[in-house]
């Protein structure tokens, strides 16, 4: 059985509460408040609308950027030259110019060894061609072997050089450069 | 009907499996919004009111319920938006009556008002407010939404997402609890009235 839906309390005391509670009306100005609310709050919706259509194309534009700096550097990296060996300590032979030692570099990096003898010492030349990346130190404490040097845990000193600034050991120097 | 405006309200009305299936424009949002607003305010400020929040505490809640209604209007149906209303309003109503002082759920602990004064309407407010804050929340919602604001049992299952004979039960226990609660009150006026 449901209550009955036109109840009315038992005493006149509680249908007189009962009345000032359904005469209750909102205050003044709580309707307007409330719209007030509304208007406001689509209004700072509608404000940073422009901002957002500007990350639209400002984002992907972006991305673009940043792929196309590193497809540039990649394509460097790979197309680099390859870097000259330190220069000698020794004092008393004269410092090769850049243009000749990136030329002999070029050069021995590009052919193979000239013989079976010379391969042993050309294979260090050769090597600066797959050099790794700057900042790498090989290790020289214990353990680690450079490879194709056969010395295990020691840097190989730099090999001497002639005038024309080639390895002292290029067999081709006398062909191409005609001072030995 | 305009074409305007007609596709305006299928867009409004449009649900798949409760879902819309476009969202409305800014612009319809707003609309629909204030026209919420117009239509449920008062209602929404009684229910909240009778749940026991003061008129400022009652215009906060009103305005947390409207936005979360501005987050969600895409997925109220246009037919039961008072229904939504009221249940954000019982949530939030209900979270805000738990941050005020308890109140005994015996008999008044404040002077009864005399009878006299009781002609005035705000203080019969006041009485009534407390009469309502010492019953529990679930009559008290299901007593105010029936009786004060005057919606039906199965307007009231809806809105408080409660079946009709958990509604009808709760209202047969709050009538008792309020006429009880009414009558220790007249009780204690008589005392006084005898005492004089």
Not at chain 1, 137 to 149: C, D, E, F
Not at chain 2, 26 to 42: E, I, N, S, Y
Request: proline share 8%; aromatic share 4%; hydrophobic share 40%.
């Amino acid at each position: 059985m449901s209550p009955d839906p036109s109840f009315e309390p038992k005493s006149e005391l509680g249908r007189q509460l009962l009345k000032a509670g359904r005469d209750d009306e909102p205050p003044e100005g709580a309707t307007d408040r409330a719209l007030e609310l509304v208007e406001s709050t689509f209004a700072a919706e509608e404000a940073p609308a422009p901002k957002r259509r500007w990350a639209l194309w400002a984002l992907p534009a972006a991305a673009v950027v940043v792929g196309v700096v590193v497809v540039a550097q990649l394509r460097e990296s790979s197309t680099e030259q390859p870097v000259a060996e330190p220069v000698p300590t020794s004092t008393a032979d004269p410092a090769p110019t850049a243009t000749a030692t990136a030329a002999a570099t070029a050069k021995v990096a590009t052919r193979p060894p000239a013989s079976a003898s010379a391969s042993a010492s050309a294979s260090a030349t050769v090597k600066v061609a797959t050099r790794p990346p700057k900042g790498y130190r090989p290790k020289t404490s214990s353990g680690g072997k450079t490879a194709g040097t056969g010395s295990a845990g020691k840097t190989k000193p730099p090999p001497a050089k002639g005038a024309c600034g080639c390895a002292a050991e290029d067999l081709m120097c006398q062909m191409r450069c005609g001072q030995k | 009907m305009p074409p305007s405006e007609l596709a305006a309200a299928s867009r409004a009305t449009c649900l798949h499996r409760g879902k819309p299936l476009a969202r409305l424009s800014d612009t319809d949002q707003k609309r629909r919004l204030r026209g919420m607003v117009v239509q449920h305010h008062a209602t929404l400020w009684g229910f909240l009111r009778r749940l026991g929040l003061d008129d400022s505490d009652a215009d906060d809640a009103i305005q947390e319920v409207l936005l979360v209604a501005m987050r969600k209007l895409d997925d109220i149906d246009p037919r039961f938006e008072r229904g939504f209303l009221l249940r954000t309003a019982y949530r939030v109503g209900c979270r805000l009556r738990a941050r005020r002082p308890q109140v005994g759920t015996d008999g008044l602990a404040d002077p009864v008002p005399h009878p006299d004064v009781l002609v005035d309407q705000k203080r019969a407010r006041e009485l009534l407010d407390e009469i309502l804050a010492r019953m529990s929340e679930q009559l008290c919602a299901v007593f105010v939404l029936h009786d004060i604001v005057r919606l039906t049992m199965a307007e009231i299952a809806e809105a408080l997402d409660l079946k009709p004979g958990t509604v009808a039960s709760r209202l047969r226990r709050a009538r008792a609890d309020f006429d009880q609660r009414v009558a220790r009150v007249e009780a204690s006026m008589n005392r006084r009235e005898v005492g004089r």
